[in-house]
């Protein structure tokens, strides 16, 4: 009955302007929230160098080139780094010393082979579980991380053989196999994904399987150290540049094409929060506006009912919880319309072979959840004033 | 319930002079289960009355006290407990919902106290005539029968007094004696009184004491 008295008449126009602005808002916060995270998030699961690790190489000049400088680690160069206050660790990183080639063999996929090189890195450098990265001999897979440039590669010659396009999750599951070779005797490997990298453009395999290969088809010889892997201390980083800059050292630094489009993609969500952050604030405001607007035209309504003896905390609630459903309604919609956009989104970045977390983040559903707070919140202090003052006017 | 005025006088009647009997400016003391009636001419304040009594307006001077209790002091909740239980009202300008039917007016205020139903509320308005409004919005009725429906809004609940301002400004004789008869039944049920603002006695009005302003 009381609503029915307070909320009969009304312009609707208004709040129907209001209701939609809040729901533009309300899509575009979660939206930029949810890809804020997922883009921020994207490759770091992956990433299988440990914090403050560099692979470090001598920077490759004319001089070099000319055979005059060496570009190759000597085990004395090794040492003397080491002791440097500011690393923690210095390992080198092996090559493979034979020839090496890589293929799919997997009947769901059609036959991809190509050359390759792969390097082992101690493990400890390495981010990932070590139940997962262990190989020895007359075991049936050797587990290998991947270069993320390889599989993109890979998407690819799948898209122009027609065939869909795979995601990480689905590389890992595929099998695959290696050929090594010394030129006379070969033998085939088979080999699973187990993690990808950004960081390193070779495949990575466990030290023990390079130690095993190099021995049969490199007769033990593992070749020069041309990187090598560096730990630097936590906040001293800055040290170990300079100590890169200063012997002719450069790090490779591969990751600086995902980092810029992250950096891109992140921007424009980072632009749409804001706005979206504007257009709720405002369309919220303009919502509690036509709250007021609709009290003031039931002055009279609101002034009677508590003379009559309706309690004000009554209609208070009925103010509150009419502007409360509107609010979730818009919610319930701007949730449902992000998840069609999410969709769309995901697509486009799945073509253009960025493979995001497609769950939907927790922070984005409590950003709806804050904001919903934060309005019920203004909505009910709103309410309380504006019933309170007709009343007393 | 006992209601006492205490040297009362508002703000706008302060500069008019006041009869040595008239309630503003001096002492009394109303027992709510008498039957009293106010006799007063235009512009003497029994609206204004009626508003300070319950508690809706306090521009005055002096004290009215509800049991003891200053009605400056009674916080709102309190209000809301006297005006459902203690002090039913019939304002001069009725303060129906126009856009309400006749049914959703006295629904709205059965609801409050649920001690009505709605079939109780026909009776009553049969009673006055008036059945053939029972959907009716209360903004198309005559003043007339707005104002028997008004009667019978604050009929609805249970009280101790029944404040009544100018109740049959616009009834005929007859329609007036039958909402007195509908009133006085409720009083009797409730033993309780009234307190019925008029610019004139009527003498078929039935009441124990008279008061003037």
Request: proline share 2%.
């Amino acid at each position: 009955m009381l609503k029915s008295l307070l909320f009969r008449q009304q312009e609707k126009r208004q709040l129907f302007i209001a209701a939609f602005g809040a729901l533009l808002g309300i899509t575009f916060l979660i939206s930029s929230v949810h890809y804020l995270l997922r883009v921020s998030e994207f490759g770091e699961d992956s990433e299988i160098l440990g914090a403050n690790t560099l692979i470090v190489q001598k920077k490759v000049t004319s001089s070099s080139s000319l055979n005059l400088t060496k570009t190759d680690f000597s085990t004395n160069e090794l040492s003397k780094l080491k002791k440097e206050p500011f690393v923690v660790d210095v390992k080198p990183v092996v090559s493979n010393n034979f020839r090496v080639w890589f293929e799919t063999n997997d009947p769901y996929v059609p036959t991809f082979k190509s050359d390759v090189f792969i390097q082992a890195v101690n493990k400890n450098f390495l981010d990932v579980k070590s139940d997962k990265w262990h190989w020895k001999e007359g075991e049936k897979f050797v587990p290998m991380i991947m270069p993320r440039d390889f599989l993109v590669m890979l998407n690819t010659f799948m898209n122009a053989s027609g065939i869909p396009q795979v995601s990480d999750d689905l590389a890992m599951k595929l099998k695959f196999r290696l050929r090594i070779s010394d030129g006379q005797k070969e033998e085939w490997v088979d080999t699973r994904i187990i993690g990808f990298t950004n960081e390193i453009s070779s495949i990575l395999v466990p030290e023990n399987f390079m130690a095993y290969a190099t021995k049969k088809y490199a007769n033990g010889d593992p070749g020069k150290i041309t990187q090598i892997m560096v730990a630097g201390k936590e906040g001293e980083f800055g040290k170990l540049e300079k100590f890169m800059s200063d012997h002719g050292l450069e790090s490779k630094n591969s990751q600086v094409v995902v980092s810029r489009l992250k950096s891109i993609v992140g921007t424009l969500f980072a632009v749409i929060f804001v706005i979206s952050i504007v257009a709720v604030f405002a369309s919220g405001l303009v919502l509690i506006q036509y709250m007021q607007l609709l009290m003031s035209h039931n002055k009279y309504e609101v002034r009677t009912l508590i003379r009559i003896g309706q309690h004000p905390q009554s209609v208070i609630l009925a103010f509150f919880y009419y502007f409360v459903k509107v609010f979730g309604a818009v919610l319930i919609f701007g949730f449902i319309i992000f998840l069609i956009i999410k969709y769309f989104i995901d697509e486009i970045f799945q073509t253009g072979g960025i493979y995001l977390n497609e769950s939907i983040s927790i922070v984005s559903l409590l950003s709806v959840l804050l904001t919903f707070f934060i309005f019920a919140g203004a909505s009910l202090r709103t309410a309380k004033k504006g019933v309170m003052q007709l009343f007393n006017k | 319930m006992n209601i006492e005025f205490i040297k009362v006088m508002p703000e706008p009647l302060a500069g008019i002079n006041h009869t040595k009997d008239s309630l503003w400016g001096n002492k009394f003391v109303f027992d709510s289960k008498q039957r009293t009636l106010l006799n007063a001419s235009s512009g003497k304040g029994k609206t204004t009355f009626t508003h300070c009594l319950m508690g809706l307006r306090n521009d005055f001077s002096g004290q009215i006290l509800l049991n003891g209790e200053d009605t400056k002091s009674i916080k709102l909740e309190s209000w809301v407990e006297i005006r459902q239980r203690k002090i039913a009202v019939v304002f001069q300008d009725l303060q129906l919902f126009p856009q309400l039917t006749v049914e959703e007016n006295l629904k709205l205020k059965a609801e409050l106290t649920g001690v009505f139903e709605s079939e109780s509320a026909f009776k009553k308005l049969e009673f006055l005539g008036l059945a053939d409004k029972w959907s009716q919005k209360c903004g198309l009725l005559s003043m007339g029968q707005q104002q028997r429906v008004a009667i019978i809004r604050a009929l609805l609940q249970p009280f101790e007094c029944i404040v009544l301002d100018e109740p049959f400004s616009h009834l005929d004789k007859e329609n007036a004696n039958k909402c007195m008869q509908l009133i006085l039944e409720r009083c009797e049920e409730q033993k309780a009184g009234f307190l019925l603002t008029t610019l004139d006695v009527n003498k078929d009005m039935v009441f124990d004491k008279e008061i003037k302003l």
